[in-house]
């Protein structure tokens, strides 16, 4: 078990003992079960998956709790919508932690805003390399720390995603993906996406994969994979909803601001995002997709890093003006702007957009900048001071 879990399972430890009810919303295809049981032994293991429970939960609510007492952890909760409806008027009188685990869609709003509720989303397992990044928007110094990576790691990372679990080499990642798109297809998208048109929804995901770090535009997004406006947004949700994809809001600004207000799409694994655009780690360094991706992963582990655990809020900002900032972090009050670029014209550009948000009245933290260690000798990075993630 590596930092990243162990925090998140702390920060999970602290919330099932301050509240009645905790979700845990997940990844697909990580024994998220398993992992939890063994961190509270406790606890009966129960699964909605069971007919038996099913037929309990969903049917007889208020008989379930005689055959399955607290506390609890109760695996695929999003197969019973009843008995999250019924645990929203019962919540009072509920005694005993219950662990909820799953992704149900929609989660009753009573139960959202219970004081007695809790909710945390556990990410793909984080690279053991960026366990060690500076603890960026944290610093109060005047000077930023310094990481090395090499590049061809940070590339081979992006492309692999989860996948390196299975092994690393282009051949193994493409065929874990390719039997983890072919599992999620048939468990998830067609029972819980409740897609009839595989073909069309395939298509989608691949025009979504193009628009990986990119304001998102559902109604482009649906005329570029021929579905409707309406069907591309009720995916969008849903693929929100199961962890798939993260949407980052833009950052809070003034009424009349010509800002874009469109959210950013950011897909919560980049090897994912790999597969469907037909990228290996033998060729992103030459794919055009190279940037956006980096961008897509760095992003990524620096939410693993903060979320949830340090109640971070990430943001980006975008204008018509093309002023443009990858990602913002807002920590106690403090918005880090951070910038990813691989490129001298790029990365002088993201330094002169920073300046955006004191012109915005935010209270800014030390930049952080993942750029090549070439570019880090540049007058414009040292005047900076920043935090530096640097790709060898």
């Not at 607290?70 to 645990?87: H, K, N, Q, S």
């Not at 793909?124 to 390399?129: I, R």
């Not at 693993?304 to 900002?317: G, I, L, M, T, V």
């Amino acid at each position: 078990m590596n930092q990243i879990q162990q925090s998140t399972l702390e920060h999970l430890k602290d919330a099932v003992s301050h509240h009645a009810v905790t979700l845990v919303s997940h990844f697909p295809g990580k024994p998220s079960a398993k992992l939890i049981s063994e961190c509270f032994p406790d606890f009966t293991l129960v699964s909605g998956e069971s007919i038996k429970v099913w037929n309990l939960a969903e049917n007889l609510p208020r008989e379930f709790f005689s055959v399955y007492q607290t506390p609890l952890i109760f695996d695929a909760c999003e197969r019973v919508p009843g008995f999250l409806r019924y645990l929203s008027d019962e919540l009072p009188t509920l005694t005993g932690p219950l662990i909820l685990i799953g992704n149900p869609d929609p989660i009753p709003e009573v139960l959202l805003n219970s004081p007695q509720f809790s909710r945390i989303c556990l990410f793909p397992t984080a690279w053991p390399e960026t366990e060690s990044f500076p603890p960026i928007g944290e610093d109060v110094s005047e000077t930023g720390t310094v990481y090395e990576m090499p590049a061809a790691m940070a590339e081979e990372r992006t492309a692999a995603g989860l996948a390196r679990t299975r092994g690393s080499d282009s051949i193994g990642s493409y065929s874990f993906w390719s039997d983890w798109m072919n599992e999620f297809i048939r468990d998830t998208a067609i029972s819980t996406l409740k897609v009839r048109d595989q073909a069309a929804f395939f298509r989608f995901l691949k025009t979504l994969a193009a628009s990986a770090g990119q304001g998102l535009n559902a109604r482009a997004l649906a005329k570029q994979s021929g579905v409707t406006a309406m069907t591309a947004g009720n995916w969008i949700q849903k693929l929100k909803s199961q962890q798939i994809i993260q949407l980052i809001q833009p950052v809070p600004q003034p009424e009349n601001h010509r800002h874009i207000r469109r959210p950013k799409l950011l897909f919560t694994d980049t090897g994912f995002a790999a597969y469907l655009l037909d990228v290996s780690s033998y060729d992103i360094h030459s794919s055009p997709y190279r940037d956006a991706l980096l961008e897509n992963a760095f992003a990524i582990e620096l939410m693993k890093r903060f979320s949830p655990y340090d109640n971070a809020e990430f943001f980006y900002y975008q204008d018509t003006n093309h002023i443009a900032v990858d990602l913002i972090c807002e920590l106690s009050g403090t918005f880090t702007p951070i910038a990813v670029a691989t490129d001298e014209a790029s990365l002088l550009k993201k330094i002169r957009d920073f300046r955006i948000l004191p012109a915005l009245g935010l209270k800014t933290g030390l930049p952080a900048l993942i750029t090549l260690k070439s570019l880090a000798e540049k007058d414009e990075v040292k005047a900076l001071q920043p935090d530096l993630v640097l790709l060898t």
